[in-house]
């Protein structure tokens, strides 16, 4: 069963702190990404990674790094956490290249700056 | 600018109706790929469908088909025999090339979908 894990559902942190969300994939997947999921708004793309320390950047990236240094793992780092930063955070992986290269999605961190 | 646009927050079908949830897209990228996931009320995100932007025909599954108009750049979804547990997010999605070399996949704002007895 293929899978992408997020290392927390809920996450509760202080105005100005790091965070630092966490996933990983096992599915050997070169492609993984970073959304934030807030109403109305849809899934907005924050980074994305399609190898081992490459990354891009995506539509909402200030406020936010990515660190992978391992293929089934890829970070997002908030550097000083802001209550505008409060969001539903989605991370997916997918195949390099080729047809219907769809992506999967882990649960989800729902993150609340206070 | 928009890449993906969903124009209908909300839609509501009868249950067994069929339903058209709209997708409209923008790219210069000659080859890209277009999606459809749910995201029921559990959060999860489920592949639906999915076109290719070279496909000569509309892609199916099951209920569900893609009604895909290249020159007008819309790829909207639809949903035959709507059953109740139909009723979720819709989310259009779009593939496409990078200059640095990866691939890019951007969401439209979604549709939620209300099936009704």
């Known amino acids: 069963d293929v899978k992408v894990t997020q290392s927390s559902r809920y996450l509760v942190k202080r105005t100005g702190e790091k965070v630092f969300l966490e996933c990983v994939q096992d599915m050997d997947h070169e492609n993984m990404f970073w959304y934030r999921q807030d109403p109305g708004l849809g899934l907005r793309l924050i980074y994305f990674s399609y190898d081992v320390k490459m990354k891009e950047k995506g539509d909402i990236p200030e406020g936010y790094s990515v660190s992978r240094e391992k293929k089934e793992r890829f970070s997002l780092i908030l550097e000083s956490a802001s209550t505008n930063q409060t969001s539903m955070y989605l991370c997916?992986?997918?195949?390099?290249?080729?047809?219907?290269?769809?992506?999967?999605f882990g649960q989800g961190t729902r993150l609340t700056v206070v | 600018a928009q890449k993906i646009t969903q124009t209908q927050p909300g839609m509501f079908v009868q249950e067994k109706e069929a339903v058209t949830l709209d997708c409209t897209y923008d790219?210069?990228?000659?080859?890209?790929?277009l999606f459809w996931y749910k995201q029921p009320s559990s959060g999860e995100m489920i592949f639906l469908i999915y076109?290719?932007?070279?496909?000569?025909q509309n892609a199916t599954e099951g209920r569900y088909s893609l009604n895909f108009q290249k020159a007008r750049k819309s790829a909207n979804l639809v949903i035959s025999a709507s059953q109740l547990g139909d009723s979720a997010m819709y989310f259009c999605a779009m593939r496409e090339g990078t200059e640095g070399g990866g691939n890019k996949l951007t969401f439209g704002t979604g549709t939620q979908l209300k099936v009704e007895l």
């Open positions: 790219t210069s990228d000659p080859s890209y790929g």
């Open positions: 997916a992986s997918s195949l390099w290249g080729g047809e219907a290269v769809e992506a999967f």
């Open positions: 076109q290719g932007s070279y496909d000569q």
